[in-house]
């Protein structure tokens, strides 16, 4: 048993807190006279359970352990789904790197063992070898991560460079060109492709003001980052990949870079699945990835009632339009009326068909992530194997803590995928190439069609002048 003022250090928490949640039942404890007793075990479930406690650096340079290739340095490692698939691949991850309390928990609980750090911007490169127990003379044979893409998504401002997550991505890619690994990989959203190198607000443009400059144009900040690598002697390839193709059960696109000191250009990642391609497996679904989920206390949010009510109206694979005309807008309201295709509104998943994307809240109304036939949305363990987390990988913190951060993740799959190809580039492996495969519904996706895109809007944005 431990007492208020010790539980309060641990969770750090103020000792009137601590009482308070000890009378509100959520810390269960034991009154002991006009104090209270509470057990260690139970400052430690809610602990995992809260955003409570402070998560210190794991400092394990003075434990150096003995270094194993290839190596990699997994940097904004989030729930790390990237690096799960990394390691099913051969890799041997020697230090991660996080700035959430949430995410560094869940990195800890399942990797007590493994060097962790926070800001990137406050370590210099030495000092990040140092914490991962190497030094100049080791070869580091992988830097992976996905810097912030908040500032670049098209959902929100788009501020790019100039938002502060966009300049701890050039920060990362300061760290690739001083640390030099053989190969480098840069994970994004899609709105990479098209983001500018400086934003300029819609408000500020067109007549009245003046014309756009060059860093102002679409596809800016990729360009940067290019020419940045290029100039430093890296080979770039990239492609806009949907996870399907790689065997995850949901419909996933992420841009990644991958980047090789060697300066050739690296092939794009080997596919397994296809939805209509023969040569390789169908894509995986739903009903196959959660299907001895059955027995599994699930944990998740509720949906409104008046919500509910429409759910109780559709099937799997539904969604608002399936509702009479007259049900539609009185569903909707004022949303109905709004442009796009609004096809997250009351969206029941199909069984037999990859999921779509994951957010990282399944009940916002505009996004909403329902079960196929039960009236809830999606649980954290049914996530966990849309994501294709291990079962046992705890993802700590709150609800919807565990909501965003796997929603946020790299699907394992995908993370397999890039590591085996990586892999199989260090051990100087022949790699199949699919010129004609379709990684992604979008077109302009890969470094080749992009820079003929983007230097054809350079060249008429020169003669425009």
Request: glycine share 8%; charged share 25%; proline share 5%.
């Amino acid at each position: 048993m431990i007492d208020i003022k010790e539980a309060s250090k641990k969770l750090s928490l103020t000792p009137q807190q601590v009482r308070n949640l000890c009378r509100e039942g959520k810390i269960k404890a034991e009154k002991i006279g006009s104090s209270w007793g509470i057990e260690g075990e139970e400052i430690s479930r809610y602990y995992s359970e809260s955003s409570c406690g402070i998560v210190a650096d794991q400092e394990l340079a003075l434990y150096r352990k003995k270094v194993k290739h290839p190596l990699v340095l997994s940097l904004f490692s989030g729930a790390m789904g990237l690096d799960i698939g990394l390691e099913k691949a051969g890799f041997h991850t020697h230090l991660a790197s996080e700035i959430n309390t949430a995410c560094r928990k869940t990195i800890l609980k399942n990797k007590p063992d493994l060097a962790l750090i926070g800001d990137i911007r406050l370590y210099t490169p030495d000092q990040i070898l140092e914490q991962a127990g190497l030094s100049r003379a080791d070869e580091v044979d992988l830097i992976a991560g996905g810097p912030p893409c908040q500032a670049f998504s098209t959902a929100g401002k788009r501020r790019g460079f100039e938002d502060e997550r966009g300049n701890v991505f050039l920060k990362y890619i300061d760290l690739i060109l001083d640390l030099k690994p053989k190969y480098a990989v840069i994970e994004n959203v899609r709105g990479l492709l098209s983001a500018p190198l400086k934003h300029r607000p819609h408000n500020q443009r067109g007549e009245g003001f003046p014309s756009l400059e060059v860093d102002e144009l679409k596809g800016g900040a990729l360009f940067h980052i290019i020419s940045r690598l290029e100039n430093a002697g890296y080979g770039v390839s990239f492609n806009l990949y949907n996870a399907a193709n790689f065997g995850t059960p949901q419909k996933r696109e992420r841009v990644i870079l991958i980047c090789s000191r060697n300066g050739k250009k690296p092939p794009y990642l080997i596919p397994t699945h296809s939805a209509t391609n023969t040569d390789f497996e169908s894509w995986n679904t739903f009903r196959k990835a959660t299907k001895d989920l059955k027995d599994v206390k699930h944990h998740f949010v509720k949906f409104p009632e008046k919500r509910l009510r429409y759910y109780r109206m559709l099937s799997a694979g539904q969604n608002w339009r399936s509702l009479s005309e007259e049900l539609q807008k009185e569903a909707l309201g004022a949303s109905y009326y709004s442009g796009g295709g609004k096809t997250g509104f009351l969206r029941r998943l199909a069984w037999d068909k990859p999921a779509p994307t994951l957010v990282t809240h399944p009940a916002m109304p505009a996004t909403d992530l329902a079960h196929p036939s039960e009236d809830r949305p999606l649980s954290i363990e049914e996530y966990k194997r849309l994501q294709e987390f291990p079962d046992d990988w705890k993802i700590e913190g709150t609800l919807l803590e565990q909501y965003k951060q796997v929603g946020n993740a790299v699907p394992v799959s995908l993370g397999y995928a890039v590591g085996k190809l990586i892999k199989m580039l260090l051990e100087g492996k022949s790699i199949p190439q699919y010129p004609d495969f379709k990684y992604s519904r979008y077109k302009i996706t890969n470094e080749e069609t992009w820079l003929k895109d983007f230097e054809k809007n350079v060249s008429e944005f020169s003669l425009a002048q």
